[in-house]
């Protein structure tokens, strides 16, 4: 490919003591970017990593020049903290999105994606064929009852533009599954399939599942009217009991309908203890440091 892209490019990518090869990511980042972008930029964020100490003082400045950035973390956040914090350092055009460097790609990928995104979609899920089952549980359970727009499935990376993430921002969106944000914020989608497996140590755990199922789905909604259902059964049929003199009947319907009762409190106040901390929601930078050439 003779003439490069003039489109600013930055590439958002969330470093942990979980990421393996973190040089041979970046070495193989660097040489797609160069070879289809005239500007871009790499923004590392370290989440209080201790594994790559040596990679971050010694190899990155050998690798370096003004296009890349390191953000160090206060305290560890996580991956979509980190994200949002690079995504705020960024100033491209378009962001890719990077929260493992377990990633084996073709150079020729990072152009099909960005290809993708000049036919007007503003976010490109970059998703591997292969994939665990408990990820493919998930993930098609999530969309059986989500309401966004999209479907949304296990992603290698994102390709978004400068106006998603201004939507997002815009809508005081939770930034907590960006997958989900992005397939809600009303702007179009678009995936691409890569021959790959999914990374084993994306530091997702079963809380974000369960946190991700009560803010983007409809499983809130539908469990609040089907024990409403019951409690209404569960009333009937105590009223029941005490008219027709069966006690044990009366003393069930009571016990059921207290617990029926004592769940949707928990669930409601657990959903709006979500809302109050994603409305909330900041992150905490110890430093920014621009990597100079050693």
Known sequence: ????????????????????????????????????????????????????????????????????????????????????????????????????????????????????????????????????????????????????????????FRFVSRRAINRVLELNMSSAFRQAVYASCGLKNSRIEYKGSASLRKNRGLSLAIDSFILYTEVTKKFCMISLIFLLVFVVAGITGLVTGVNWMFGVSIWMGIFLIFMDVILLLYYARLILNEKGRKYLISSIEKVQKG
Not at 75 to 95: N, T, Y
Request: aromatic fraction near 12%.
């Open 1 to 156: 490919m003779n003439k490069k892209e003039s489109v600013f490019i930055s590439a958002v990518i969330y470093l942990s003591d979980f990421a393996s090869d973190v040089e041979k990511f970046i070495r193989n980042l660097l040489d797609s970017l160069k070879s289809y972008f005239d500007h871009y930029e790499v923004i590392i964020v370290d989440d209080c990593s201790n594994k790559h100490e040596k990679f971050l003082k010694e190899v990155l400045p050998s690798l370096a020049d003004s296009t890349i950035t390191v953000v160090h973390m206060g305290v560890k956040q996580g991956i979509e903290a980190c994200l949002r914090a690079g995504l705020d350092v960024s100033i491209g055009d378009f962001v890719f999105e990077f929260d493992t460097f377990e990633i084996d790609f073709e150079k020729s990928l990072l152009w099909n994606v960005y290809q993708e995104a000049l036919k007007g979609n503003d976010i490109v899920s970059v998703e591997p064929r292969q994939n665990n089952v408990s990820r493919s549980l998930f993930y098609k359970l999530f969309n059986r009852y989500s309401n966004a727009d999209y479907d949304i499935h296990a992603s290698a």
